[in-house]
């Protein structure tokens, strides 16, 4: 993967790879927020892929995340919410699979701030809430919860939003 920048002016960046460029305005959107932006993006990417994969269909699929960060330079996250709202045809059991699958193997994303990072999750599905600030299973999340394994449901897909 071959990501290139170059400044254009006024804190204006444009931001090429082999198919397409987007302009990044650092006044009006940092750095930090396009990333973060971007974990969502690869978190909404694989469940809707996991979804329609399994043959269901997604209606709604909202993400937003609320973070933390150090005072002190280097200001890394210490702590990020993820805060799914879905509506699918699917049961809530499943649509939890598809985030926890997102979250805690597939996008690539997340997993670089897994290691430093606690990450929480809540999931509202079809207007019910599934989880309630939750914690992944591994990295600095501090989590207790045992989730079961869910590799079945993504026979080695990858993360699905590079793959594409």
């Given at each position: 993967?071959?990501?290139?920048?170059?400044?254009?002016?006024?804190?204006?960046?444009?931001?090429t790879?082999?198919?397409?460029?987007?302009?990044?305005?650092?006044?009006?959107?940092?750095?930090?927020?396009?990333?973060?932006?971007?974990?969502?993006?690869?978190?909404?990417?694989?469940?809707?892929?996991?979804?329609?994969?399994?043959?269901?269909?997604?209606?709604?699929?909202?993400?937003?995340?609320?973070?933390?960060?150090?005072?002190?330079?280097?200001?890394?996250?210490?702590?990020?919410?993820?805060?799914?709202?879905?509506?699918?045809?699917?049961?809530?059991?499943?649509?939890?699979?598809?985030?926890?699958?997102?979250?805690?193997?597939?996008?690539?994303?997340?997993?670089?701030?897994?290691?430093?990072?606690?990450?929480y999750?809540?999931?509202?599905?079809?207007?019910?809430?599934?989880?309630?600030?939750?914690?992944?299973?591994?990295?600095?999340?501090?989590?207790?919860?045992?989730?079961?394994?869910?590799?079945?449901?993504?026979?080695?897909?990858?993360?699905?939003?590079?793959?594409?």
């Amino acid at each position: 993967m071959k990501i290139k920048t170059r400044y254009i002016d006024e804190m204006k960046f444009e931001i090429t790879n082999n198919k397409t460029a987007m302009i990044i305005n650092a006044k009006e959107m940092s750095p930090v927020e396009v990333f973060t932006g971007a974990m969502i993006t690869c978190s909404g990417v694989d469940v809707v892929h996991l979804a329609t994969k399994q043959g269901y269909e997604i209606k709604k699929c909202e993400i937003e995340a609320d973070s933390i960060r150090k005072e002190s330079y280097p200001q890394t996250f210490k702590e990020v919410t993820f805060i799914y709202d879905i509506e699918s045809n699917a049961d809530d059991v499943v649509a939890k699979r598809w985030v926890l699958s997102s979250l805690e193997t597939y996008c690539s994303a997340i997993n670089n701030i897994r290691n430093t990072a606690k990450i929480y999750y809540t999931i509202k599905h079809n207007s019910n809430v599934v989880a309630y600030k939750e914690t992944i299973l591994s990295g600095n999340s501090g989590g207790g919860h045992q989730h079961e394994s869910f590799d079945d449901d993504l026979e080695g897909m990858g993360c699905a939003c590079c793959n594409h």
